[in-house]
């Protein structure tokens, strides 16, 4: 289809929570992602009942797993996961193709309740300093690709860092989250909701896809390195990315063509289908059985009260329960 023959039409005005929008703006040569999460992220949250702030950092996590799950082109698993100093040591979000996603976080019980009344929980002193680790499984059959980048406390700061160093392709990111409080039957309501919207530039000529070599490169010492002028369609792109507020990535009123047609009108946009994703673990009886059959006898014998194992998934926290005269016999050791 030429680029003529684009059939063209108003904004979509109805929003939809749990959808991920792909777009292009040619003019500028950039494309990217608009993610919107209402239900998905407000049942991952809840299930876990996590102090506010590590909520709202899991949930950023949960945003930036998703725009970037999605974003492959593959049948597997993307795997988003941080290991810190911070109160908040550890992150993980499980994308599944086509669409499903879980997610957990590890915290410091005692430290939480301190920073929350010293500083309010912000996110870099929740964090700390340590890597990101992106991990990319296709099966069984196949090798795991991982990229790590260093993490100081912000996970966009971080993973701007990651496509500048590990893909270098200019990306900006937009993460948002928030409580949203309605009046419903028997009073206010507190739903947890979450926004985003990534967007890369993708030229045709590799010269204006250049960056700046990284620190120190290949330019001998002492020798003064010019200036790299950044792309003038880039530029215009990250500067009206900058000028969404975050209300507008998670308002359920605002769809996501009306923002980007509000972002992008005088260039023209296109969208495509949008992609759907759900909260949904991949826990199960038969699961856990299979897993607790593989322990030593000893082991299962620890595990053992009352009569039963009783184990819970960390990710959706569900309890199982397991009477070990059902497992198959443990092997010798």
Not at 58 to 72: K, P, R, S, Y
Not at 229 to 252: R, Y
Not at 301 to 320: A, P, Q, W
Not at 324 to 330: C, D, S
């Amino acid at each position: 289809m030429t680029e003529s023959a684009v059939p063209m039409r108003t904004p979509d005005a109805v929003a939809i929570d749990d959808t991920v929008l792909p777009f292009q703006v040619d003019a500028l040569d950039v494309r990217g992602r608009v993610v919107r999460l209402g239900p998905m992220v407000d049942e991952i949250l809840r299930k876990h009942e996590y102090p506010e702030p590590v909520s709202k950092l899991l949930g950023e996590a949960i945003v930036l797993g998703t725009l970037l799950g999605t974003a492959l082109k593959i049948e597997g698993r993307f795997i988003l996961q941080t290991q810190t100093d911070g109160i908040v040591p550890m992150l993980v979000v499980d994308y599944r193709a086509p669409g499903d996603v879980r997610a957990c976080a590890r915290f410091d019980k005692e430290k939480i309740g301190e920073q929350i009344a010293a500083k309010g929980g912000e996110a870099a002193a929740l964090l700390g300093r340590g890597h990101m680790a992106m991990t990319i499984d296709q099966g069984s059959n196949t090798s795991r690709y991982q990229g790590l980048v260093e993490i100081a406390g912000d996970l966009q700061a971080a993973a701007h860092e990651y496509f500048y160093r590990s893909e270098q392709i200019p990306t900006r990111l937009r993460l948002a989250v928030a409580e949203d409080f309605r009046a419903e039957d028997g009073g206010m309501r507190r739903r947890w909701r979450a926004g985003g919207m990534m967007v890369q530039f993708l030229p045709k000529s590799e010269l204006r896809a250049r960056q700046r070599d990284f620190d120190p490169g290949d330019a001998p010492a002492g020798a003064v390195v010019p200036e790299m002028k950044e792309d003038d369609s880039w530029a215009e792109a990250q500067a009206l990315v900058e000028t969404v507020e975050p209300i507008e990535l998670i308002d359920p009123a605002l769809s996501h063509e009306r923002l980007l047609f509000r972002l992008f009108h005088e260039r023209g946009v296109r969208v495509f289908e949008n992609q759907e994703v759900r909260a949904q673990c991949s826990c199960s009886q038969d699961r856990i059985t299979d897993m607790l059959s593989r322990f030593s006898q000893d082991d299962r014998d620890h595990m053992v009260e009352n009569g039963k194992i009783s184990v819970t998934c960390e990710f959706c926290n569900t309890n199982y329960i397991v009477d070990p005269a059902e497992l198959p016999p443990a092997e010798k050791q």
